[in-house]
């Protein structure tokens, strides 16, 4: 049974920096199409960005381009997403997702097959 465990998540400044861990169990992390998205209430789940199976391609929305950043741990089993210079409207609740369709590059949240249940971040000074 795959599981995807987030943590990490807290109350940060803007301008600091926070890192998010997605855990994986049940199955290898680099055998997945990996992202993460954020959710803010009242509006539906936001593609922040996503790793691709194997050697991996990443990529990011445009509104946390140049401040984020994604990785991946085989030996921990475990995708990262750090996050850097953060604003306000970073606060949202950030989920991690596997997609085993490994044929595409999945943005949207339908194309996704597994979830975490979802950490906080909350940017305020």
């Known amino acids: 049974q795959v599981q995807l465990v987030e943590s990490g998540g807290g109350l940060v400044q803007p301008g600091d920096s926070l890192t998010l861990s997605c855990a994986v169990s049940g199955r290898t992390v680099t055998t997945f199409n990996m992202g993460w998205f954020r959710r803010t209430p009242g509006k539906e789940r936001e593609f922040v960005g996503g790793?691709?199976?194997?050697?991996?391609?990443?990529r990011y929305a445009d509104s946390v381009k140049g401040r984020f950043t994604i990785s991946r741990d085989s030996a921990k089993n475990t995708m990262y997403l750090q996050m850097n210079s953060l604003k306000r409207e970073d606060t949202a609740v950030y989920y991690c997702?596997?997609?085993?369709?490994?044929?595409?590059?999945?943005?949207?949240?339908?194309?996704?097959?597994?979830w975490g249940q979802g950490t906080q971040v909350t940017v305020s000074s």
């Open positions: 790793v691709t199976w194997g050697t991996p391609t990443v």
């Open positions: 997702a596997a997609d085993r369709d490994i044929g595409t590059t999945p943005n949207a949240a339908m194309d996704y097959d597994y």
